[in-house]
Nanobody, 114 residues
Framework: QVQLVESGGDLVQVGGSLRLSCAASLPIISINNMSWHRQAPGKQREFVAIITDDGNTGYANSVKGRFTISRDNAKNMYLQMNSLKPEDTAVYYC?????????WGQGTQVTVSS
């Protein structure tokens, strides 16, 4: 069982930056991979970024070059978001894949105002 808690969402202006955090109940290195997803109002949840247990990363085309996923050596994963756009407005969710099972956090709201 993995519990995930996101934080860091806020209201920010276009072009601004935010750093989201995801705190896991297990050491990050023991989790197969972790990722960020987001869901805008009226839209399906979509993939944003992933980091694997060996440190490889991947990004959705819409955020490549603006967002950076990282983790520490404890229990935290991060999403640094720069050059934010109104279309980045969404609830951002942390997800973990561990021993073949999926775990989600409760989400944190990011609102980008123009």
């Amino acid at each position: 069982q993995v519990q995930l808690v996101e934080s860091g969402g806020d209201l920010v202006q276009v072009g601004g930056s935010l750093r989201l955090s995801c705190a896991a109940s297990l050491p990050i290195i023991s989790i197969n991979n972790m990722s960020w997803h987001r869901q805008a109002p009226g839209k399906q949840r979509e993939f944003v970024a992933i980091i694997t247990d060996d440190g490889n990363t991947g990004y959705a085309n819409s955020v490549k070059g603006r967002f950076t996923i990282s983790r520490d050596n404890a229990k935290n994963m991060y999403l640094q978001m720069n050059s934010l756009k109104p279309e980045d407005t969404a609830v951002y969710y942390c997800r973990a894949v561990h021993n073949g099972l999926l775990y989600w956090g409760q989400g944190t709201q990011v609102t980008v105002s123009s």
